[in-house]
């Protein structure tokens, strides 16, 4: 028996070492694994792949990113804007299952975010032998409780609010760190707690400058002449804007930079204190993943391997909180989780005195 | 208010983040927190703590060990080996209360393991109002499912897995690496799976020689000329004892060091490989938190004060792999949480091809 | 005796390693130091100062940033752009010996860079009792052949190629990394090296668009489709403007940021590649000193003490790369130290195919 | 043209690093390299290497350890103990000139410490083109400043005393870490100095437990209830045996392990106080090489194989401190570099009160 595994969407620390548990899974029941390059594009004329035999996995459990490739657009593109989604033409999903057929595949893993996942569903439903392992390093995925990469996210970011804390107390300025998160505050919230951050602005509680610059003047006032903020790239202020001081609206975020130097340039005008911004950027999706993250893809690689043994196909893999198990993909796809407002993490925060900037 | 917080057993990464978040959360309470020094032993005459106003909170989320110290032994001492368990005498409960009368505390939190709980169970038996926030660094405590600390000695004991790896390879070696846990295998599996480790021997499961010569013949065949073996300070050969392929039982480990080196010498003498250890012991212990366990010490610091605030004394604050809660300090205390012999984390290890030793 | 310690400037991994080495070593000697907060301003009525003992001490090895603050700017300030040097009024120089004797010091010790050392020169000539120790992240002081900071900048440049290379590699982009480095490329050329750069654009060798995408095509042309840009904040392309291919040259910078959204947006225009830039910025100021710095930054502050033993005042420990000494500060200031065009780190990256973008 | 690559002796980080600077700059030229496996041996009949073109040396930079292996025995062994050096039978020089006539090599590099260094001299009286590359993870060679793998040794070691440090204080205890270090104390003082170690032992200046414990008296006194001594594994007791208290002298190294479990066992003894030690051994050698340390493998391996180019054989790489030269492989062998006892680093140590131990 042979199966296939591709990878698509953004990267982040964790892919390679799902798919050396799905490898050395498969191998472990006696079958070939091939290794899909540049997402199911590979799987189309001309094939490209690898054979995944353990020479080829040596040193994957470490190394950050994919070496099979990823792929954001191209003809599996089934996100059209909008949040609007696309069918697949029978054609294409055609042509894939004759590209399975002549690579011998039984099967397939699909590892990847919502994307890829819509398109393991759709081609699930049209009779394609697949299962989903789910990545996305914002931790949005409604249908799982944890996935990989996030954790690595995590600690990236708070390494660099641990260094920002040191250089920020030294000058007494403001530090603005922005970090990745386009709809859930989970890299904000995890890391500023983490890292020490006097206010945390996620895309789920819209934040006001007066707050803010209430926080700092408070920091203040009890002998901390410097202040750390943790900014999701998605936080926006009340009134959905990037609303200045001095009435300019509209185009900040195309002169300025993205919504954390928006914030540090508006803090320094209205509080006149030196504020520096740092964007993580592409920082949080490379590197070696964490011990936790290793672990979290090394039990999803042995259960997508699991399912197909079991013939389960169309479901994903999932982590409960306490366990590892499975749902259908239809029910994994498009469901966002976000960070409650009331929940124990935004409890926490505030019990300790950080400012959610509302 | 005043409140009081003491930190007990072998120290862990973490403590201080738990002292900084229940300071932190009593101070915007408008609570004063004194940090008692030496654990329990400091509420006696002459008492020895130190007020944790902001200043002292300066730096703690990132430091190891506790700048209130520990106590694994004296006159609080519960634990009389065996497993028996000693009820604190009426005087000393007695003298403890006036003690804190005498600083003013209407309340404590009291960070420790086993031994630090039990105390504070009798404490809220005797009238103390007090509650618990669970540490071991094994997380071994059946009444949380997860612990802070646990992720930090996972992640020095995965790096130095990492470091063995390409020094064993090079050398083509068999490299063992003993970790932490007596009772419980939680962090050798975790870091063995996350560290790429080929053999791990746990406590739950007693292992054969046979049976990690057998693995590291199968390496061998398949071009793999070195082998990384993970073993747990507890885990024990099949019929518990150090049996040596010689004949010879008995001392072993009072003449070899740990099991460690008892599992190194045996694999050397058997295979005729070149076999090192390596004993992690109080690295484990040591270095600055990782980001999940400051988010585990700063959600358990904001719920301890929180249980202090609703007056839900003689609880314990707990995490269920989902939300954090509590239970009451009879229920957490005196039950192992070891790792299940047919649950996920074995069976992912098998999956891969990892040889349990059995 | 007594004496006072300083640190001016932007600060860098390794300032508090200097103070404590400084106090520790005065303490040694049965001396008293005294931190003087907020530079020199702070040896003026109403002082501002915290006493050194080994209580303070606690910590700071392994801290960044420097626990006395720092000012860049203020009525010590004695550089006034474009390189030009102003002499502090006599009346200014009085009133800081005045402060010093009020404090009881008998000597200071000034760390910083070029603008604290001119004062510090400025200050002995006047007849204070003052020793020098270079601060300088970029490296590139004339009179010493290393400061502490530089290793510490490097590693935290290194780590980010480090996550850059598995995410440029998953995605086939072009990833370019802004480092510090005004004047000098020491950061860029050894992070460069140190993570695997395929090219490296620094201060000293004006770069060619031509040069830049030629190197990225040779990539393609080999089968790596990915490229890795480490382009120091000073760097300059020939001609030393922006020049864009589309004609447009002035305002850039002000409108895309530094030099190395520059260089990213150039890079993308004309080889038509997905191109990414991260500006590390301020991380590289923050954090825990590397082992190497704070080997160097206690073999420093025991040199100054040393100096002040022997009352060799106006005079800068150096490092000549094979051991400590020192200079007159006279010697010390305005003299630069850049990477030399045919020197061997620009030899042995050529060697190794590296482009310098020439 | 086609040069061969060797390494040889223990395994340190930066091997790989060298391996891939030597193979990317012959390819630079134009050369193709080939990577004998287990060192000289692989040179024999049946010839053992890989290629190394670009794809071979993939990821090699940030890898620990040699892809080619290394061999501490076996017949090209010319240490017998003793310090003494056999020379090698002209016919299996010869043999080995054969080899490399059979696999079409022009040249050769050797990368390893003493003995790979003497087997490199005698091949090149014999005829055979080859240059060395020094490797010393103690870096106690003599014939150059610095060698790589130390930089990576004395940040495991500094990493290790940081976490030592924190539960030291926690339990007031005193923590012994053994080092490597046979005849140099570099790493000892290097990591004990960075570490923030009050007692540094090293091989070059003998200790009296006399001394160790009055230090550790010495700070109880000023309210520092723990210790931290660093050990080198080469350190002994003045006259040169493992002198105990108890008076018994002799196996005790055999019955306790090394030199720092004889240390911690006879300072409990004598101070009471609860002594721990931790034996870093090989996790010095594994892990991914510093920054400093793969700039340094990059400039020796460009530097090799510019020797080549230059034809000058019989040479080996070296670093004065300030640049990359070369000398004879006669000057290179059998001269070491020890710690100098009145020199910068020793000097530093006692000017801070950290006690040798003398």
Redesign the interface.
């Known amino acids: 028996m042979k199966i296939g595994i591709v990878t698509g969407g ?2 982040c620390p964790g ?1 390679n070492a799902v798919i050396r ?1 799905v490898a ?2 498969a ?2 029941r006696g079958w070939e694994t091939l290794g899909i390059i540049g997402s199911f594009q590979g799987l189309l004329p001309p094939q490209n792949y690898r054979v995944l035999d ?2 080829a996995l040596d ?1 994957l ?6 070496i099979l ?2 792929a ?1 657009r191209g003809i599996f593109s089934v996100k059209t804007g909008h949040g609007q989604t696309r069918q697949l033409p029978e054609s294409l999903l055609a042509e894939t299952r004759r590209g399975m057929e002549t690579l011998g595949l039984s099967a397939l893993v699909a590892v990847g975010g919502d994307g890829t996942l819509t398109i393991a569903h759709q081609m699930h439903q049209f009779g394609i032998p697949i299962v989903g392992v789910p990545k996305t390093i914002d931790n949005d995925l409604a249908a799982t ?1 944890v996935t990989f990469g996030f ?1 690595s996210a ?3 970011a ?3 609010l ?6 920020a ?4 300025r403001v ?1 603005v760190l922005e970090v990745m998160g386009r709809y859930a505050g989970w890299i904000a919230i ?2 500023g ?4 951050a006097d206010v945390i602005l996620i895309p789920e509680i819209p934040f006001r400058y007066e707050s803010i610059c209430a926080a700092i003047a408070e920091r203040e006032r ?3 002449h410097f202040t750390l903020v943790t900014v999701a790239e998605g936080a926006r202020p009340v009134g959905g804007d990037y609303v200045s001081a001095g009435g300019d609206t509209a185009q900040r975020e195309a ?1 300025l ?1 993205g919504i954390g130097a928006v914030v540090a340039s508006e803090i320094e005008k209205r509080t006149g204190k030196e504020t ?1 911004v ?6 949080q ?3 070696s993943p ?3 993250d ?2 979290l893809c ?2 999803f ?3 997508a ?2 399912l197909i043994a079991q013939g389960r196909f169309g479901e994903m893999v999932t982590h ?5 198990e499975s749902v259908p993909l239809s029910e994994a796809v498009s469901r966002l989780r976000t960070v409650p407002p009331d ?3 935004v ?2 925060a505030r ?3 950080i400012s959610l900037g509302d």
Chains 1, 2, 3, 4 share one sequence.
């Open positions: 953004g990267d892919l548990a050395k899974a191998t472990k353990y020479k040193g459990l470490v190394r950050g990113g994919t490739g990823t954001n409780a954790d995590v600690a990236c708070t390494d660099a641990d260094r920002l804390h040191t250089t107390e030294s000058h007494g530090m995890c890391a707690i983490a890292g020490g009890i002998g901390k002169r930079g520096r740092v964007v993580l950027g592409h920082l999706r490379g590197g964490t011990n936790m290793r672990v090394t039990l690689g042995a259960k391997v699991d409960t909180g306490t366990s590892v929940g124990a993490f409890q926490a019990a300790l005195g």
